[in-house]
């Protein structure tokens, strides 16, 4: 049997030049259904308007709300800072909404995301805001191609997406989370020590056969955790960057689990990029299907 949901387009539109994450909290005094109802609505009609992709994701207890029956079970916001070994945390910054923008040049992106913010002004407001940008066609700014162990657009959709018969079929758990990079301290480390830090060759990414366990890739590797799809992009200025981690997986587990390994709380030593990277935002969003968002009425209940 194929599979009968619709996941929204942009989580697997690749080649995308220019990109705008904004996470929105809903006004006090206002409903966080009518977000729900605000957001599904705004999709139809843009979600191809300009070339842009709209992605849109939910705090995962707030879609529960709006579609009990359409949420997977363990869905849960990152509601807890994480707390790892020798002092390392990952904050949670978890907010009630998520509309990730993608295209072509900054231009309709920018466009798109004003006049998204501009009909949910009202119910609620930007919170967080990153633009991002690809560096040297798909490096991240440590300089090491960031993707390689990436499925295939053949086999992301069963990693990342929710199976039909589930609850919450067609969709998907993302995790998105900011890090800082360290540049001077990073780019202060001969190549070579770089290389094991992240537990791959920088010029053309070949693992290395006697990787360190607390090498980045050893420290969330995928056949310990299991596997998941990364969108991850460039952030910053010249002066203040990092790497917006943009993570999709059927299972929230496994993105927990390669958080707490990261930390130094599965066993291992913690995560030797975090000492050169710093997560400074951290958040769960339930990205539904788009049959999912088109069975929202816009008065944000389920239309059934
Ligand atoms: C500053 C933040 C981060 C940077 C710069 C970064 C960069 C990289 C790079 C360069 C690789 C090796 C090439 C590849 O396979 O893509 C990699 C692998 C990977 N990263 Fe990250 N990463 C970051 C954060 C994270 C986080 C937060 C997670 C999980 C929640 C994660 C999950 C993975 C996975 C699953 C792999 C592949 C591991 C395997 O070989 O099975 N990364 N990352």
């Known amino acids: 049997m194929g599979r009968m949901s619709t996941p929204q387009s942009g989580i697997l539109a690749l080649g995308t030049a220019s990109h705008a994450y904004l996470e929105f909290d809903v006004g006090s005094g206002e409903d966080g259904r009518d977000l729900v109802g605000a957001i599904a609505a705004l999709r139809e009609p843009r979600t191809t308007m300009g070339g842009v992709n709209l992605v849109a994701g939910f705090r995962p207890e707030l879609w529960r709300q ?9 869905a849960a916001g990152f509601n807890e800072d994480l707390t790892g070994v020798d002092g390392f945390a990952m904050p949670a910054t978890q907010h009630d909404a998520v509309l990730w923008l993608s295209g072509s040049a900054y231009d309709v992106i920018f466009d798109a995301a004003r006049d998204a913010i501009a009909a949910l002004a009202g119910i609620a407001a930007v919170a967080e805001e990153t633009s991002s940008w690809p560096y040297r066609h798909d490096r991240d700014l440590t300089g090491f191609i960031d993707g390689t162990e990436n499925p295939s657009l053949i086999d992301a959709p069963e990693i990342a997406l929710i ?8 969709g998907t758990i993302l995790l998105l989370q900011k890090w800082a990079h360290d540049a001077v301290a990073w780019e202060s480390l001969p190549v070579a020590r ?21 090498s980045h890739v050893a420290s969330t590797d995928q056949e310990r955790f299991g596997e998941i799809f990364r969108r991850n ?8 960057h ?4 943009v993570g999709f997986s059927s299972e929230q587990r496994r993105l927990s689990a390669m958080l707490e390994s990261m930390a130094g709380l599965a066993g291992g030593a913690r995560d030797a990029l975090t ?9 769960y969003y339930f990205v539904p299907s788009t049959d999912s968002l088109r069975r929202i009425d816009p008065a944000g209940s389920e239309a059934g």
């Open 242 to 245: 990092g790497t917006m981690f």
């Open 194 to 214: 770089q290389e094991e830090v992240m537990g791959r060759t920088k010029l053309d990414s070949v693992e290395l056969a006697d990787k360190a366990s607390d």
């Open 66 to 74: 709006v579609a009990p029956d359409d949420t997977p079970g363990d």
């Open 275 to 283: 000492r050169y990277t710093r997560p400074f935002t951290g958040a």
């Open 163 to 170: 199976p039909d018969g589930s609850p919450g079929a067609g």
């Open 233 to 240: 992009m460039p952030y910053g200025t010249v002066t203040d």
